[in-house]
């Protein structure tokens, strides 16, 4: 317990906001970025490589003042669905939230198919969640599967 | 105006009435395959990728149906030579035809534009994707030698690793109650999602590295497909399996009266010549059947039947 407490120290803690916690540390900056995290003007506090009971080593990122939607965190899910988001108000974990596992995915991922149209026209990639447990994506247009480890963001 | 009812992309989406009903109407186009149901329309047929035998089936069938075709038939006369992109040539094209008939050399090409297209699209091929009416007419042809499509035994023969029509073949026949047999090299034996699906569907089968009289004895159908010198990653696998999967007229000796030799052609040289003259041999009707097949096919994608 005392050492949990003690990485958690590593990064400041924050009055008012949001902290994703338990993001496997190669995927930290994937979340940077499907949140938008580089536009938003609010302090953010990135750690990564901290140590973790559970996971070895994670990423953790706390963003003050801001809270994401439903809509903004179930993105998350294709890279790192194991991740937590921790709500906090007055300094105070208000709220745990796992992330939800969306049925379709949206202009965010790239199909692993060099000859999928996806990859060639200028047009949005579409993918349904055929497994929701291991976050396995099939492609709309090229019928390809991928597993959520060869996952890659546009 | 939403074209996405009267599309043919795949046939992920029919069930076993609606293959039926096709097949019915392809049967009757073969009673009386001329007639002016197309007077006064205008089909494309956008050929991206070259394709005789698909391309001709299909232009016959409009000319045969009284309708007129433009088009091309090799991407490099076009503007997509240029960089255009797939979506402006649609949107160009569909300005002019009421029906569009794609090939294309990358996997959800047609997918794509059905959904971009204010006219019906039928896709032709996509790659290494969907080709549906190949599956149509195999289905068709299966009908019209056997009298049913139910509980057939069906042989798969050659590369079933990459082969896009024998995979439809699985998919569309899981209505039917078929036996398959997969006979092929090591290198392109069926690959284990197909074989899952068979499973999760209830479609018995077996494979089989060997091809002879004995393994085909029971075929209602035997499916021949091309196995290709670049398929293989070690050639020296290739030249000693390049000869066990040809079929030669002596192996059908023992085999059932009713069975016939379906082939997607082209064909090089899986199927020895001296088969040809075989009662058995199928292929070149089989290629025929796929004009009734595509006139039901393109009636259908304009809601003419």
């Known amino acids: 317990m005392e050492k949990a407490k003690k990485s958690e120290q590593l990064v400041a803690a924050i009055e008012n906001g949001t902290v994703i916690d338990h993001i496997p540390s190669d995927k930290v900056f994937d979340v940077v970025n499907l949140l938008g995290l580089t536009s938003i003007t609010t302090p953010i506090t990135i750690g990564a490589n901290l140590t973790s009971h559970k996971m070895g080593s994670k ?24 991740i937590v988001l921790n709500i906090i108000r007055n300094y105070e974990v208000a709220e745990k939230k796992a992330i939800p596992v969306p049925d379709e995915v949206r202009g965010i991922v790239k199909c692993c198919n060099p000859m999928c149209i996806t990859n060639h026209e200028p047009m949005q990639t579409v993918f349904r969640v055929v497994d929701k447990r291991n976050g396995t994506l099939r492609c709309r247009y090229c019928g390809k599967d991928i597993p959520r480890d060869d996952v890659k963001l546009l | 105006m939403d ?10 989406g029919l069930d076993r009435d609606d293959i039926l009903e096709l097949l019915r109407q392809a049967a009757t186009f073969e009673t009386k395959p001329d007639r002016k149901i197309l007077d006064g329309k205008v089909v494309a047929t956008l050929f991206f990728e070259p394709s005789t035998r698909t391309r001709l089936s299909f232009e016959t069938a409009v000319n045969r149906l009284g309708g007129r ?12 030579s240029k960089g255009e992109t797939l979506k402006d040539t649609i949107m160009m094209v569909s300005n002019y035809a009421d029906l569009i008939i794609m090939r294309h050399y990358l996997e959800g090409a047609a997918k794509y534009a059905s959904e971009i297209s204010p006219v019906p699209i039928i896709n032709a091929g996509d790659g290494a994707n969907q080709h549906p009416s190949q599956t149509m007419l195999d289905l068709y042809s299966m009908l019209k030698t056997q009298g049913r499509l139910d509980g057939l035994d ?12 024998v995979h439809s073949m699985l998919t569309a026949m899981r209505f039917f109650n078929p036996t398959f047999h997969f006979i092929s090299p090591e290198e392109l034996k069926m690959p284990a999602e197909y074989k899952e699906f068979c499973r999760e569907n209830g479609i018995r089968f077996s494979e089989h590295s060997e091809f002879n009289e004995k393994v085909i004895s029971e075929a209602d159908i035997i499916y021949m497909t091309r196995v290709q010198r670049e398929r293989f990653t070690d050639l020296m696998e290739y030249e000693r399996v ?44 089989q290629a025929k059947n796929g004009l009734f097949v595509r006139e039901a096919l393109i009636c259908n994608a304009l809601n003419l039947l």
Do not use: W
């Not at chain 1, 801001?66 to 903004?72: A, G, N």
């Not at chain 2, 074209?3 to 992920?12: D, F, H, K």
């Not at chain 2, 075709?69 to 991407?75: E, K, L, M, R, Y």
């Open chain 1, 59 to 82: 990423g953790i990122i706390k963003i003050a003042d801001r809270y994401f939607s439903e809509e903004e965190c179930s993105k998350l899910s294709v890279i790192a669905p194991n």
């Open chain 2, 3 to 12: 074209n996405s009812g009267r599309s043919l992309i795949s046939l992920e």
């Open chain 2, 69 to 80: 075709v433009i088009g091309f038939s090799d991407a490099a006369t076009t503007s997509s």
């Open chain 2, 154 to 165: 069906i042989f798969l023969v050659g590369d079933l690793k990459y082969g896009r029509t």
């Open chain 2, 242 to 285: 390049k000869d066990s999967f040809i079929l030669h007229n002596d192996m059908l000796a023992g085999t059932k009266p009713n069975l016939r030799i379906l082939h997607p052609l082209p064909r090089v040289n899986e199927i020895s010549q001296d088969v040809d003259s075989n009662p058995k041999a199928y292929y070149f009707q």
